[in-house]
């Protein structure tokens, strides 16, 4: 007997099975597979290549899509960074249990010898804030149904987490498992995307609005999160032997087309992605006693694929 | 500059603060560290040595506090287990990425040969649910005040995250980071005690009521969380030599008082720990520009210490 804590197939409820017409119990239900095998190709889409960052750590790739559509001024920097070559040889700096991992300059830090900082070429060394945005009926928004403690409304925009303040007209990325988000220091001012981290715990909402989220780990979520905690000061790796070094970060669209990761991202306002959803909030199957009926905003995870047949 | 991210020291009003009396600009507040220093001895707690596990990993030890107010059939049947000795030499045997560490005997599992599964002795190889129980009056409450998506009320009691629900008169144990679940195969009375589990990820609300609680890990949630993802179906390692071997699961009382660990859990009805949860609600210091105003149940942690001079 496999103890499965979870048979954790994701499940949704089929609505037309005949079969059980006549019974209370709710049907069957197709799992996340299922309904991921029975998507249209219409249903996901490739990131643009100008958008997807190729992250290559000594365990492996990770994939970062920026979200230009909420923090333009940071995808700019962020891709004028990566193509001067910046994050080569920096490392993972900070690794703060049910929080973050941060990579960036290890010299970039009041204890270090700034005199050793790489510098940033062209790229801009502060950016305005973008904190938030004003809310554009122009972008996607698939609401979802179950409220939220931190925002008046939330749901999926372009693919990403976002909330929505309808009375102040704003809307940001969240803080979700995955998400990648400018580290800065005190004043708002101060972030360039030099350094990065990523969320690898409870989402960490108190950071909305305080900080930019630049975009959301599309792939390699488990190679910065499986790492060694730091001992240092906020998580921050005491030793310059422990920093996980960093071999290069690319723009998709810099690869020649053969070399460009071949993944897809589906689409959030989708009807596979709304039956995920509904199957998440509802799981109909022998595991489950009591469907939750209800689901937050951080424990949606979008759904990437790779390219069929590359 | 050291990019912060976020200063993240855990900040909170000081209400007394006269050098602030004439400004608009909300005063200085204490860090967590500062709340914490000026907490009395009366507001911490030694966990009952009975209800306190210590496993033994390779990296170092991971304290669990059982949670017999809740699951009492569970943390008498998880102690029997331990005073067996048998977890001893079992391993983690999964580690889902955004999900959960899982640990418990190899061949345990469908695939495995299960002849070869480590006898139970003297536990029962399984118990009634325990997912949820009646509402206890007598028990701890210290609600919070910013609501949640899966229940209608949420708050502490007796140190541990716990979801209410007046009209069907019950009370549960909710899956936060940190907390260990009672794995089980499809039935629901499958479950005993001998595979548990540890999210390690944005808490699975989900499984809430459908899966007992046994506790929660109070020191080492690092070295359940740090660990290579599995590649197998769930997360499962794929390879024996990926399992990661349990020295030993002792309870604390079977200890000699001088082993024990030492260690003080913050009362979570104390006037230092509802500092700190408005702390986490409302950061005012030069970082953050945008308090929350609002913390969900799970961004909680509760603190331990060491106990001073031990």
Redesign the interface.
């Known amino acids: ?8 197939a994701l499940v949704v409820v089929l609505g037309t099975s005949a079969l059980h017409a006549d019974d209370a119990t709710p049907p069957p239900s197709l799992t996340a597979k299922e309904i991921l095998a029975k998507s249209t190709a219409a249903e996901w889409r490739a990131p643009d290549p100008r958008d997807l960052l190729v992250m290559q750590l000594p365990a492996g790739r990770v994939l970062i899509e920026l979200a230009p559509d909420f923090t333009p001024l940071h995808a700019a920097n962020i891709r004028t960074l990566v193509r001067e070559h910046y994050f080569d040889g920096l490392a993972v700096i900070r ?1 703060q ?2 929080f ?1 991992t ?1 990579w ?1 300059d290890p010299d ?4 270090a010898d ?1 005199s050793k900082m790489k510098p940033l070429g062209k790229a801009k060394k502060t950016l305005p804030p973008e ?1 938030t945005r004003p809310i554009d009926p122009k972008l996607e928004w698939t609401p979802l149904p ?5 925002a008046p409304e939330v749901g999926f925009s372009e693919g990403f987490p976002v909330a929505r303040d309808r009375a102040s007209g704003e809307e940001w990325l969240t803080h ?3 998400m990648v ?6 004043g ?1 001012e ?2 360039s995307g ?2 990065l ?1 990523m969320v ?12 930019a989220i630049a975009g959301r780990v599309i792939e390699g ?2 190679l910065l ?5 730091g001992t240092g000061p ?1 998580g921050f790796y005491a030793k310059p032997a422990e920093r996980l070094p960093i071999r290069t970060v690319t723009v998709a669209a810099d690869l020649p087309p053969a070399q460009r990761p071949a993944v897809e991202i589906l689409r959030t306002d989708s009807p596979s992605f709304a039956a995920l959803v509904e199957a ?2 509802n ?1 109909r199957d ?7 009926g ?3 905003l ?2 949606i ?1 979008v759904p990437t694929r790779p390219v069929a047949g590359k």
Chains 1, 2 share one sequence.
């Open positions: 007997m496999r103890r499965r804590l979870a048979a954790f690794v249990d049910n973050v941060q960036g970039d830090d009041d204890n700034r904190y179950d409220g939220d403690v931190y979700c498992y995955g988000g400018v580290a800065r220091d005190v708002p101060t972030g030099s350094s981290y690898i715990g409870q989402a960490p909402r108190g950071l909305d609005r305080n900080l979520t488990e999160a499986a790492l060694p905690r906020l998440k909030r799981r022998a595991f489950y006693t009591r469907p939750a209800k689901i937050d951080c424990s995870t």
